[in-house]
């Protein structure tokens, strides 16, 4: 009988061996599910990380576009051309080779430089918004002749092509 009892406690400490060993299996388990959990979790924060990256980069672009406007949009002076048509002229600047242009009223308010072109001896047309601005009028002429512009070696009264 003791040795049945010796047998049975040999047969007890395998099962209990067998069982550590299965919660051993166990914790293994859990251990790498966890791991898989935090690495999935990581690959997820750097990913957002790149995202909020490429959007940093895009607020920057945006916020540099907005400051090269505010520079350039004062180097226009808002001029009634027809009626109650509006466009915006450059001012005229010393040493500057841009020569003398309107801008479509429209663009400009949405930050955007277009510059209106002559469609007939009548019209300037925006080539973005196709905003038509009539240009052959009293007010157009008294325009032309307070720009001191002189396109083409000619007077301040044939600017615009006049």
Same mark, same amino acid.
């Given at each position: 009988m /003791? @040795?049945?009892a010796i047998a049975g406690l040999g047969a007890l400490k395998t099962a209990f061996d067998l069982a550590k060993g299965l919660k051993d299996i166990d914790d293994a388990a859990r251990r790498n599910a966890a791991v898989i959990e935090?690495?999935?979790?990581i690959l997820a924060g750097q990913h957002a990380q790149a995202e909020l990256l490429e959007r940093i980069s895009a607020l920057e672009k945006?916020?540099?576009n907005f400051e090269q406007w505010e520079t350039e949009k004062k180097n226009y002076d808002l001029k009634?051309?027809?009626g109650d048509s509006f466009a915006y002229a450059n +001012?005229? /600047?010393?040493g500057s080779t841009e020569p003398p242009h309107?801008?479509?009223a429209n663009c400009y308010q949405q930050r955007k430089k277009r510059i209106l072109q002559r469609t007939d001896m009548a019209h300037l047309e925006c080539p973005?918004? +196709?905003n038509r601005v009539r240009f052959d009028s009293a007010e157009a002429q008294s325009f032309r002749q307070r720009s001191s512009y002189s396109p083409r070696g000619g007077?301040? @009264?044939s600017w615009m092509g006049s």
């Open positions: /003791v @040795g049945e935090l690495q999935e979790r945006e916020v540099a009634a051309v027809h +001012k005229p /600047v010393a309107l801008i479509c973005d918004c +196709k007077t301040p @009264g």
